[in-house]
């Protein structure tokens, strides 16, 4: 079923996704805090012809959305070019499942672009391959330290909540050596949805 305009506004504001976090606002308040943007990169953004929609599916407790989401509502606000919508995965099965990541996983956060139409210009689900590959070896490290973590190849979804808690925290701790290089592949990834879209103008 197709995202319309009439479905996108239901969404929360990226503002209202925030004032309704119960989980994690400090790291991603403070990842917004600690987020340096390259002004060509915003200027991408801000040479659109006109504002873009993006659908956004998020839940708190996802250390991709802590890292990425923030970034996506920076360039969004220093951009003026890109109006965000975000709806929370677990409740909005019908829209997530329209973007599963490799055709079954529930991944999130997911960046889909639309243009004024609704016709859908790209998508973004998770992170990039670069980042992924970074986060891979972080978490068999952790998991060669910390047995109780489990195996480094079961989803996090599948562990328990407090052990859940306690590895998100000790990724996060750890992906903070990785952050300026994982931001802009993220950065990247995004910029080529949109001049993508530029060229196909």
């Given at each position: 079923m197709a995202v319309t305009r009439e479905r996108f506004e239901q969404g929360m504001t990226y503002d209202d996704f925030k004032a309704q976090m119960t989980r994690n606002q400090e790291r991603f308040a403070a990842n917004e805090r600690h987020l340096t943007l390259d002004p060509e990169d915003v200027a991408v953004f801000k040479r659109l012809p006109r504002p873009l929609d993006v659908l956004v599916?998020?839940?708190?407790?996802c250390g991709d959305v802590i890292d990425n989401l923030p970034i996506l509502g920076r360039l969004a606000?220093?951009?003026?070019?890109?109006n965000l919508r975000v709806f929370l995965r677990d409740t909005h099965l019908d829209l997530i499942d329209q973007y599963l990541n490799d055709g079954?996983?529930?991944?999130i956060p997911v960046f889909?672009?639309?243009?004024?139409s609704f016709h859908e210009l790209g998508r973004f689900i998770e992170r990039p391959a670069s980042v992924t590959a970074r986060v891979a070896s972080l978490r068999r490290d952790l998991s060669a330290r910390h047995p109780e973590f489990g195996s480094p190849d079961m989803p996090v979804s599948q562990l328990a909540e407090e052990t859940r808690v306690r590895l998100m925290e000790?990724?996060?701790?750890?992906r903070e050596g990785a952050r300026a290089a994982n931001t802009q592949d993220v950065v990247r990834a995004l910029r080529e949805i949109v001049e993508s879209a530029q060229a196909q103008a």
């Open positions: 599916l998020a839940e708190d407790w606000a220093e951009s003026g070019k890109l079954q996983f529930r991944s889909v672009f639309f243009d004024e000790a990724m996060a701790s750890a």
